[in-house]
């Protein structure tokens, strides 16, 4: 899979102009990264719900240059990289997530998100058999990607609109961690999934190669071997 001209991605690893590395290790780097994403997203819940007793207090409309450390935090909506964008492109008074539900899905998916990271990066820094340990951090991340493709299509008139006119730091600033953020996930995605197939095409040779010694073994006897019990006399 190629993206633009410098970067290719296959199954074993990756190369960046001519760079290579291993998915495996790109898999670690990017699941550290978002996973201390989800936990600092997490983690504003639990600071709302202790201060507030709100589930998400997330004021977008506040003075930054005034503001304190705890206002500003709870100003940012950390899981989807909007750190002032949303509200100067669209005029929210709130985060995105507060106009769905008040914030409890929000809650909700940082959760899963972060317990199918830890699952993810176990099994990529230990456990790397069963491969199924991977198949929650594949569909979360997927998901997560597709929904944050859902919202910049959606914005996108609006961010062009802003772009056009007077870029200020603040603008320019925010405008680059919401792309950078929306584009290093789908780069984790791709990686992700790459590995995946990688390490399930081994395996499917790994065992295809253990059932024909099985049958070199005990095809002189005449004896058929069943794969899902080469060990008859154990059961």
Known sequence: MRLLWCLLIEEKDSSLCGYRLANRQLAVIFTLFQLSVALASFFQHIFSIYHHNHIFLCKSNITYETADFETKFLSYDIMIFDFGLMRRVLGTTECVAN????????????FQHVSALSLALMALLCCPRPIWLLW????MQSSYSLGMSIL?????PKILEALSGIVDVQLA????????????NWLFTFVLWHHYW??????E????????????LVGSDGE?????????EFV
């Open 198 to 203: 990688h390490v399930e095409h081994r395996e």
């Open 205 to 216: 040779r790994r065992n295809k190669v253990d059932r024909e010694c099985r049958r070199e």
């Open 173 to 184: 600033t925010s405008f680059t961690f919401y792309i950078g953020g929306f584009c290093l």
């Open 224 to 232: 058929e071997i069943d794969d899902d019990n080469p060990h008859p």
């Open 99 to 110: 106009y769905l539900d008040g914030g409890y899905m929000r809650f909700a998916w940082c």
């Open 136 to 139: 929650p951090a594949l569909m």
């Open 152 to 156: 910049t299509m959606a914005t996108a």
